[in-house]
C-alpha cells in the first residue's frame, strides 16, 4: 500500500467522508481520470503524488527530510447541501496531523503552510499540507488508550474515562462519530458523566508531544 493510499484510506474510514470522493493522484491514468471526472459534480479531494526533500545527500539511504503530502480540495459547483471546500480541508487536516501511517512509520504533522486557498478556474480549491521527518532518528511515543469503566452494558451508567498519560485530553462521542478536539460531535471529558439511553460510546486522548491514542468502545443498551 503506498502512503498516498493510506491517507486516503484514513479519510475516507471518517464519517465525516462518506459522501466525499477521496481520490489518489495516478496522473496518465484512464481509471484515475474516469473517477476524477466523476467526482467532479460536487466536492472532492485528490490525495497528490509525495515530495521528498534529501538533505543529506551523502547518507546512506537516502534520508528524506522532509516529506510532504499535499490533498487538494476542489468544489465544483455551488454545494446546496453537505460541507464546502474549505469545512472538508480543514477535517482532513485535522484528521492527518498526528497521523501514524505503516508506510512510512513516522508521524505525519500540519507542514508550516497547512492550509492554503489556491486559485483555479471555475471552482472553489483549497490545499491541506503534511509533513514527516522520514529519516528522524527518534520514534513519537503514542498515548494507550484511555479506559472505560461502568458498572455494566445497560444504561442508566455512570461511566468513567481515564487516561494512564498525566494530562492528557480525553474526547468522547455517544453517538457512533469518531471523537476528535475539533469535531462538533466530541465532547471533552471532565468529570464522570451519564448514560441514560442506547449509546455507541468512542472515547479517544491527545497530548502535545505525542501521537494520538487509539480508540476505546463500549456501547450501552
Known amino acids: ?16 467522508f462518506a459522501t466525499i470522493p477521496i481520490l489518489v493522484e495516478q496522473p496518465r491514468d484512464v481509471s484515475y481520470e474516469l473517477q476524477a471526472s466523476i467526482a467532479a459534480a460536487g466536492t472532492y479531494g485528490i490525495v ?6 534529501v538533505s543529506a545527500s551523502t547518507a546512506p539511504g537516502p534520508i528524506f527530510d522532509p516529506v510532504e503530502i499535499a490533498v487538494i480540495v476542489r468544489e465544483n459547483i455551488p ?10 480541508a480543514e477535517t482532513a ?8 501511517p505503516t508506510t512510512i512509520n513516522e508521524v505525519l504533522s500540519a507542514a508550516p503552510h ?8 471555475g471552482v472553489v480549491a483549497y490545499e491541506i499540507r503534511v509533513r514527516t521527518q522520514a529519516g528522524a532518528a527518534y520514534a513519537v511515543p503514542q498515548l494507550d488508550a484511555p479506559t472505560i469503566s461502568s458498572a455494566g452494558t445497560h ?15 480525553i474526547y468522547y462521542t455517544m453517538d457512533g462519530s469518531q471523537p476528535a478536539p475539533r469535531s462538533p460531535t466530541s465532547i471533552l471529558y471532565t468529570a464522570p458523566f451519564a448514560v441514560n439511553a442506547p449509546t455507541r460510546l468512542r472515547v479517544r486522548a491527545w497530548l502535545a508531544g505525542y501521537v494520538a491514542s487509539g480508540e476505546t468502545r463500549a456501547s450501552y443498551t
Open 155 to 169: 444504561s442508566p451508567q455512570t461511566v468513567t474515562l481515564a487516561s494512564d498519560t498525566t494530562g492528557a485530553a
Open 79 to 88: 454545494v446546496t447541501s453537505g460541507p464546502h471546500a474549505l469545512e472538508v
Open 93 to 100: 487536516l485535522a484528521l492527518l496531523h498526528l497521523f501514524r
Open 114 to 121: 497547512a492550509l492554503q486557498r489556491m486559485n483555479e478556474p
Open 1 to 16: 500500500m503506498s502512503i498516498q493510499q493510506e491517507i486516503a484510506d484514513r479519510l475516507l474510514a471518517d464519517p465525516f
Open 48 to 53: 497528490l503524488v509525495p515530495q521528498a526533500t
